[in-house]
C-alpha cells in the first residue's frame, strides 16, 4: 500500500519554526519528485515547495520562497520541511503529495500567539 505519513506539526508562536517530516512506504520514493502542499480551512489547496528526485533542485512560491526548505533522504524514505518566521496565515494543515500517486493525511500547523 503507497503512503505517505505525516508528522511534526502543532502551535507555534508567529515567528516561531517548526519542521515537519514525512515517510513514505509502498513505493520506490526515489523515482518520483514530490510536493508538499497545504490547506486552510475555506481556502484552496496551495504548493508549498517541490523537490526533484534526487533533490538537487526545488521550486517556492512566493509565499513560502526564504522561509521554507524541502529536502529529502532517499536511503530513509523520508522528505522535510523547515519552516521559518512562521506566520498566522501559515495555519493549515501540511501534507505530502506525489501527483496521481499518493498524498498523505497531513498534519496540523497552527501559528498563533
Known amino acids: 500500500q503507497m503512503q505517505f505519513v505525516e508528522s511534526g506539526g502543532g502551535l507555534v508562536q508567529p515567528g516561531g519554526s517548526l519542521t515537519l517530516s514525512c515517510v513514505a512506504s509502498g513505493f520506490t520514493f526515489s523515482d518520483y519528485a514530490m510536493n508538499w502542499y497545504r490547506q486552510a480551512p475555506g481556502k484552496e489547496r496551495e504548493l508549498v515547495a517541490n523537490i526533484t528526485r534526487a533533490g538537487d533542485n526545488t521550486i517556492y512560491p512566493a509565499s513560502t520562497h526564504g522561509r521554507f526548505t524541502i529536502s529529502r533522504d532517499n536511503v530513509k524514505n523520508m522528505a522535510y520541511l523547515s519552516m521559518r518566521n512562521l506566520k498566522p496565515e501559515d495555519t493549515a494543515v501540511y501534507y505530502c503529495?506525489?501527483?496521481?500517486?499518493?498524498r498523505g493525511r497531513g498534519t496540523q500547523v497552527t501559528v498563533s500567539s
Open positions: 503529495d506525489i501527483p496521481q500517486l499518493v
